[in-house]
C-alpha cells in the first residue's frame, strides 16, 4: 500500500496582507475538497498579478457578466473568479456569421460542465456598412456593436472582458470602444500576459491552458475590400479541412499553427510559422479541385498575427 498524498496547507506569515489572507483561505478550502492546488499554492499565494486580478473582480461585484468567446483569455477569467469564490457568474456569448458554430458548441459545453449561466447573443455584423466592406477600423465597430448587445444584457452592473496586457502593446482599435462603453479589463489591469495566463490557468487546474489564439475570422480579409458570408464560409470550411488532414499526421500538441487568409479576390494562402508537410498541402488542394473551390497557395512566415496591419498600418 502507498502512502497517500496529503494536501499541502498554505499557513500565513506574519506580514501576510488582508487580500494574501483571503486568497490563502479559499486555496486551502479549495486544496482540502479537491487538491487541485496542493501543488501550485506557494506558486499562487506569492503572485501579486493574481492577487490584484482577485482584488479587481471582488470590487465589480455580483453578479459578474463576463464577455467569453470561449477563448482561454475570457474562460480564465471567468474559471478563476469561481476559484476565488466569486458567486452569479454570467457568461455573455456573441453569435453571428462570423463566429465559428463548433467553437460556441464547445462554450456552451465547458460552461454547462462547470456551472456557469450562458447567455448566446446573435449579432450579424456583416449588415452593418463599416464591416462589410472591412474598414481599418473594423474592429472599433464590430466591438462597439457586439459589446453593446452584451451590454443591454447587463443592466446597472459592469460587463467584463478577457483583454489582458500584450493586447495593449498590439494594434487593437477594438480597444477604444471598450473603453467608450466602460467596459472592464480585468486581466488588463491587474498586468496578466498571455504567457502569465498560461501559466496561472495551469495552477488552478483550467482544462486546455495550451489553448491556441484563434482570432476573429475577419482578421483573414485585407482592408477595404468586401466581406461575404460566402468567403466566410470558405475560409472556415478550408481550414477545418486543413486541420483534419494535419491531425492525420501530427499529435494535436505538435500541430503547427495556421491561418487562410484571402490575399486578393479569389486568391487565398495558408500561413504558418512552422513548416506544414508539402504532402498535407497537396491533400488540401486537391480535395479543394475536386470541389470546384479555389486554390490555396502555403507561404511560411516569420510572424502569424496582425499580416494585413503590417502590410496596411
Known amino acids: 500500500m502507498g502512502k497517500s ?28 475538497d479537491t487538491g487541485i492546488f496542493s501543488a501550485h ?29 470561449g477563448g482561454l483569455d475570457s474562460r480564465f477569467l471567468a474559471f478563476f473568479a469561481q476559484a476565488v469564490g466569486i458567486k452569479d457568474i454570467n457568461l455573455l456569448h456573441i453569435q453571428g456569421t462570423h463566429i465559428d458554430e463548433q467553437e460556441s458548441a ?13 447567455k448566446n447573443i446573435y449579432v450579424d455584423v456583416l449588415s452593418h456598412e463599416e464591416i462589410k466592406n472591412n474598414s481599418p477600423l473594423r474592429c472599433y ?3 462597439q456593436i457586439s459589446f453593446s448587445h452584451m451590454l443591454s444584457f447587463c443592466e446597472s452592473h459592469t460587463l467584463c472582458d478577457g483583454t489582458h496586457f500584450d493586447d495593449s502593446k498590439n494594434h487593437r ?23 502569465d495566463i498560461r501559466k496561472m490557468a495551469e495552477i488552478i487546474g483550467l482544462d486546455n491552458p495550451k489553448q491556441k489564439a484563434k482570432p476573429c475570422i475577419l482578421t483573414r480579409f485585407n482592408y477595404k ?41 479569389n486568391r487565398y494562402e495558408v500561413h504558418s510559422v512552422d513548416i506544414i508537410s508539402p504532402k498535407v498541402i497537396e491533400a488540401l488542394q486537391k480535395v479543394l479541385q475536386q470541389a470546384n473551390m479555389f486554390p490555396i497557395e502555403y507561404k511560411q512566415l516569420n510572424n502569424l498575427s496582425g499580416y494585413f496591419d503590417t502590410l496596411n498600418i
Open 173 to 195: 482599435p477594438g480597444m477604444k470602444a471598450l473603453k467608450e462603453l466602460k467596459v472592464s479589463s480585468p486581466l488588463l489591469e491587474s498586468g496578466f500576459t498571455k504567457a
Open 225 to 265: 475590400t468586401i466581406i461575404s458570408k460566402e468567403k466566410i464560409k470558405y475560409i472556415a470550411f478550408a481550414e477545418k479541412l486543413l486541420l483534419e488532414l494535419l491531425e492525420k499526421q501530427e499529435k494535436r500538441e505538435n500541430i503547427p499553427d495556421f491561418r487562410i487568409r484571402e490575399i486578393d479576390l
Open 5 to 32: 498524498k496529503k494536501s499541502v496547507c498554505w499557513t500565513g506569515g506574519i506580514n501576510e496582507t488582508l487580500q494574501q489572507k483571503e486568497l490563502r483561505c479559499i486555496l486551502n478550502i479549495r486544496n482540502s
Open 141 to 143: 465597430y464590430c466591438k
Open 41 to 69: 499554492t506557494d506558486l499562487f499565494k506569492n503572485n501579486e498579478k493574481a492577487l490584484k486580478l482577485m482584488g479587481v473582480l471582488k470590487n465589480l461585484g455580483t453578479p459578474l457578466y463576463i464577455a467569453c468567446s
Open 106 to 118: 464547445e462554450l456552451q459545453n465547458w460552461a454547462r460542465l462547470h456551472g456557469f449561466f450562458l
